[in-house]
T-cell receptor, first 116, second 115 residues
Framework: GAGVSQSPSNKVTEKGKDVELRCDPISGHTALYWYRQSLGQGLEFLIYFQGNSAPDKSGLPSDRFSAERTGGSVSTLTIQRTQQEDSAVYLC??????????????FGPGTRLTVL | AQKITQTQPGMFVQEKEAVTLDCTYDTSDQSYGLFWYKQPSSGEMIFLIYQGSYDEQNATEGRYSLNFQKARKSANLVISASQLGDSAMYFCAMREVTGANNLFFGTGTRLTVIP
């Protein structure tokens, strides 16, 4: 079956522009996560969605970052007025449920964002 | 405080030898899960192995095993019979049952397998 897909795979933008990154989770997965991986670093949690519940936005670094998930499936991460420090790989993951300690998250290939 | 600590930025191992990648964690939860992911140069995150905090046996998956020492809060990954394809970044991660449902990741260890 299809895994998690993300688009675009690469995005180059100019400082100050807005960008939208898309994530299509595995069909049937109710939980969806966004992470950011800066060069040479581990993954930093940004936001997660579980079903129709309000998203957990506790990891968003500033109010320039927002995300939505339409119809419990596809998610879009929006970064407004991009800054050079936003340059990173943005990874999306999905899992069947978000409860319990075992929660294998399946990751997409990521979107590499470069802000010039 | 860091939730996950990986103290080895880089490791080298001879092909066919075993290698241990260190991971310590910090949590006050009684119920949590520990994960290891592999990230090759292509960038995808590949799930390797899982250990639940209540599991009494160390997890094993093929050539991967997790050396879980709960009292020391360590969850080291052991790769046996290393192969050239094992060269990658390895991340230890933890999920706490309480609080946010995300994974907390360490900074990773870059493993290089030498032929």
């Amino acid at each position: 079956g299809a895994g998690v897909s993300q688009s675009p795979s690469n995005k180059v933008t100019e400082k100050g522009k807005d960008v939208e990154l898309r994530c299509d989770p595995i069909s049937g997965h109710t939980a969806l996560y966004w992470y950011r991986q800066s060069l040479g670093q581990g993954l930093e949690f940004l936001i997660y969605f579980q079903g129709n519940s309000a998203p957990d936005k506790s990891g968003l670094p500033s109010d320039r970052f927002s995300a939505e998930r339409t119809g419990g499936s596809v998610s879009t991460l929006t970064i407004q007025r991009t800054q050079q420090e936003d340059s990173a790989v943005y990874l999306c993951a999905s899992s069947l449920v978000a409860y319990g300690s075992y929660n294998e998250q399946f990751f997409g290939p990521g979107t590499r964002l470069t802000v010039l | 405080a860091q939730k996950i600590t990986q103290t080895q930025p880089g490791m080298f191992v001879q092909e066919k030898e075993a290698v241990t990648l260190d991971c310590t964690y910090d949590t006050s939860d009684q119920s949590y899960g520990l994960f290891w992911y592999k990230q090759p140069s292509s960038g995808e995150m590949i799930f390797l192995i899982y250990q639940g905090s209540y599991d009494e046996q160390n997890a094993t998956e093929g050539r991967y095993s997790l050396n879980f020492q709960k009292a020391r809060k360590s969850a080291n990954l052991v790769i046996s019979a290393s192969q050239l394809g094992d060269s990658a970044m390895y991340f230890c991660a933890m999920r706490e049952v309480t609080g946010a449902n995300n994974l907390f990741f360490g900074t990773g260890t870059r493993l290089t397998v030498i032929p």
